[in-house]
């Protein structure tokens, strides 16, 4: 994809840069643009690894659940780059990529259940400035989900807060895994123009 981070990306070197490279590659078909960037801080390119692997073994809640979150807040935030890779993820674990495609403009379709309504609506409310996550939208989904699935959505919808802010607060947008494997466009959200 042809952008420009606010950061350019630094040159993934050495032993471990070259190991990581070549396992990204190997997985993903590319190396994405936010690594370059944020290898100018491996420690926080470590720990943000390590933590987005450790929320993907947990199994308290869905995991297609959590990718309709994680693509909630990549919508809402601005993140092409979390929307793009989230969508070829869904892809890629199995999960159902016609839904995936329509969470930007979710309130508007009707291929949503009623629990996947529920947790998109709940991932918008944790990420509006401040939060406006109510009693009832709990409720909710701890009646559909039980405490612990509740406690690991709210975790996963944190930390997609994490990575999808400081991806547009550095200008990484997305690299075109979905288009690369075929997928149609992503929907666009109602009233935000296109940001690719």
């Known amino acids: 994809m042809d952008h420009t981070t606010r950061i350019p990306p630094a040159e993934i070197t050495g032993v471990k840069g070259a190991l990581i490279k070549r396992m990204i590659q190997k997985k993903l078909g590319q190396v994405p643009t936010s690594l370059g960037v944020y290898w100018h801080n491996p420690q926080v390119l470590f720990a943000t690894s390590a933590l987005g692997g450790r929320l993907q073994k947990w199994d308290a809640c869905d995991e297609g659940l959590k990718s309709l979150a994680h693509m909630a807040v990549a919508s809402l935030v601005g993140c092409t780059w979390c929307l793009d890779f989230n969508y070829f993820e869904a892809r890629n674990k199995g999960l159902d990529v016609d839904k995936a495609r329509e969470v930007p403009r979710w309130r508007e379709v009707d291929v949503f259940t009623s629990v996947e309504r529920d947790v998109l609506e709940y991932a918008e409310a944790m990420t509006q400035t401040p939060p406006t996550v109510t009693d009832e939208q709990v409720a ?53 123009a296109s940001a690719s």
Do not use: H, W, Y
Request: a neutral charge; one cysteine or more.
């Open 140 to 192: 909710r989904l701890l009646a559909q989900l039980g405490p612990a699935g509740v406690v690991e959505l709210t975790s996963v919808i944190a930390f997609a807060n994490l990575t999808t802010r400081g991806n547009v607060a550095l200008g990484i947008e997305s690299d075109g895994f979905a288009a690369a494997c075929g997928l149609k466009p992503l929907a666009e959200r109602p009233g935000v």
